[in-house]
């Protein structure tokens, strides 16, 4: 199978719901920013369904699910690749199994988001159930969580703030990392996929007087996290006229099994990195869950890390950094089963995270 990357951003929320901007906005600063898909995920509402503005346009697909949430508004949940809502559902495991019995994709949404400063803020909306089972995957990395919750700077580092305003995704900073530890914990069960979500709602500010300050301007919001995955080249026919739904179904089985990785574009444009696993006959293996499409590959195997800027890249087995080097590549020889996943940080910040690539059978508890 010869495969194709796209690229691109996740979890948007419109004038449908809470967004400050439309499907017009969002679909011309995607097309400007030459990405191939985003994900549409208003709270509560698939009207964008409705309205029809699911489609291809030129090389850009445009999908639209919804987000979950119970009575309390908490326990968000990202619903792809449906067209009902799961009406009525205020448990999240009745929503899961919901989702997953309409063939939809789910993802836990900003799962331990916090907030550091809190005066003027929305509250968090942490994910609470995590006796929930049956899910498809996580938003490992929320950007809007992300500047949020590292808005603590604003008395100790005025200046950063000042960028922080002005530039935001560039001082995205990670991951949270007990989020990262519980993915890998849970990774070592069965497959859970990692999503990165931009969690755009384009809000205008006012700041004194008539001067209204949109922080997270679309484009700006557009250079952000963004997920790439790897699809099969010959199912992914863009232009106008492609078949919307064909190409959605694509989408969200890569995302479902984590086909791909994720990054932040302000650090470095990452399309065109590449991570994989390689044994004696030549044979690969991509991030993400295969099935039949790559067959396993048998031990010892190489780790190969090809990245187009210089970074620290580590290689983590069953969550522990196992070894790391500052390089634009890397060609470890992996001797063990585990669950394997690649990090590259570029300035003390993160730049990639890849899914998981489990070598061996589940569960993968060996140490
Ligand atoms: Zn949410
Ligand atoms: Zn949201």
């Known amino acids: 199978m010869k495969l194709k990357e796209i690229c691109g951003c996740i979890h948007w929320h419109t004038t449908f719901s809470d967004g400050e901007c439309g499907y017009e906005e969002i679909i011309r600063a995607a097309q400007n920013a030459g990405i191939d898909y985003i994900c549409v995920t208003d709270h509560?509402?698939?009207?964008?369904?409705?309205a029809g503005w699911e489609g291809v346009y030129g090389g850009l697909l445009v999908h639209t699910g919804y987000e979950h949430e119970d009575e309390k508004d908490e326990n968000h949940y990202l619903a792809l690749g449906v067209n009902k809502l799961a009406e009525g559902l205020t448990e999240p495991q009745e929503y899961i199994n919901r989702i997953k019995k309409m063939g939809g994709a789910g993802f836990?949404?900003?799962p331990t988001e916090c907030r550091s400063v809190t005066k003027g803020l929305p509250p968090?909306?942490?994910?609470?159930?995590?006796?929930?089972t049956g899910f498809d995957g996580i938003e490992i990395w929320n950007q809007v969580s992300d500047w949020i919750e590292h808005l603590d700077c604003l008395r100790s580092d005025p200046i950063r703030m000042i960028l922080r305003l002005f530039s935001p995704t560039r001082l995205l900073r990670?991951?949270?990392k007990e989020l990262l530890a519980k993915w890998d914990d849970m990774n070592l069960t069965r497959f859970v996929s990692a999503i990165g979500g931009v969690d755009a709602h384009n809000r205008k500010i006012k700041i004194c007087g008539p001067f209204i300050y949109q922080v997270f301007k679309v484009k700006e919001e557009m250079r952000g996290v963004r997920t790439h995955l790897f699809v099969d080249a010959a199912k992914w026919a863009g232009g106008d006229g492609a078949d919307a739904a064909k190409m959605s179904g694509v989408l969200?089985?890569?995302?479902r099994n984590g086909r791909g990785f994720i990054s932040n574009c302000s650090h470095g444009d990452a399309r065109g990195c590449e991570m994989f696993l390689s044994?004696?006959?030549g044979a690969i293996q991509y991030p993400g869950r295969w099935g039949d499409a790559q067959p396993p590959l048998s031990l010892p195997l190489t780790m190969n890390v090809k990245l187009t800027r210089k970074a620290k890249i580590m290689l983590i087995r069953n969550g522990k950094v196992i070894k790391s080097t500052s390089s634009k590549n890397a060609g470890w020889t992996i001797t063990e089963p585990g669950v394997y996943r690649i990090e590259a940080r570029r300035g003390g910040s993160a730049w990639i995270y890849s899914n998981p690539f489990p070598v061996g059978?589940?569960?993968i508890r060996s140490e």
Do not use: C, F, N, R
Not at 252 to 255: E, I, K, Q, R, T
């Open 44 to 50: 509560m509402t698939l009207e964008g369904q409705g």
């Open 108 to 110: 836990i949404a900003h």
């Open 124 to 132: 968090p909306y942490p994910w609470t159930k995590w006796d929930v």
């Open 174 to 176: 990670d991951a949270p």
């Open 252 to 255: 969200v089985d890569a995302m």
């Open 279 to 281: 044994d004696g006959s």
């Open 361 to 363: 059978q589940y569960p």
